[in-house]
């Protein structure tokens, strides 16, 4: 009698998400909040001195890229807008986004109705080292400054015209802050691009 053979993992296919005309923040929010209260709420692994935050929405390449802080977790997202960033991925799977530093490995997730669709990239393997909202933000938004920004080998091959001296649009929306996450976080280097290894790493607790 010949084995029986274990089919292959089958993927889900991807649904296709409706863009957002206006700012999705408002609902990012929400639905984390909602997550807190509803799964989350008493885990030993939340850390206290963080509330849940979406911050710094904007419209990239047509789509939406911002940032999610929880007690839980510390990440940038995208959520459709139309744009050329958003590709339509399953709930699980992996998009590579391709932004000013490169391509990064966004994870595909899905919420509610009123959130239907979006994709993240974890910054922080554990919150725990982060000391209050404050340096939370300034994280993010150090990431997303980075996200913005082409490397330096990409600046170093600028023409001259191109090197003007004048701030790249990234640092005008995002000023770098002067914060960094005490106690052996994975800082936010954008000499060094520290937190792309994220983009490969396992998914946060969401």
Do not use: K
């Not at 911050?55 to 459709?80: C, K, Y």
Request: a neutral charge; proline letters at 13%.
């Amino acid at each position: 009698m010949m084995p029986l053979r274990r089919p292959a993992r089958t993927i889900a296919p991807a649904g296709r998400a409706e863009p957002w005309a206006d700012s999705p923040q408002p609902a990012v929010a929400r639905w984390f909040a909602r997550v807190l209260a509803e799964r989350m709420r008493g885990l030993p692994f939340l850390n206290p001195a963080l509330s849940v935050q979406a911050i710094d929405f904007n419209r990239v390449d047509g789509d939406w890229l911002g940032g999610a802080i929880t007690p839980w977790s510390v990440q940038l997202m995208l959520v459709p807008g139309g744009g050329s960033l958003w590709v339509d991925t399953p709930p699980g799977e992996r998009s590579m986004v391709t932004l000013p530093v490169g391509r990064l490995a966004f994870i595909a997730d899905e919420g509610d109705h009123d959130l239907p669709a979006f994709q993240y990239l974890p910054l922080v393997n554990t919150t725990a080292a982060l000391t209050g909202d404050e340096e939370a933000q300034a994280f993010v938004r150090d990431a997303l400054t980075t996200a913005l920004r082409p490397p330096p080998a990409a600046i170093e091959a600028m023409p001259a015209a191109g090197r003007d001296g004048a701030p790249h649009p990234a640092d005008a929306r995002h000023p770098a802050p002067t914060a960094s996450p005490a106690g052996g976080a994975a800082a936010i280097d954008p000499s060094r691009r520290r937190f792309l290894r994220f983009g490969a790493g396992a998914a946060a607790p969401r």
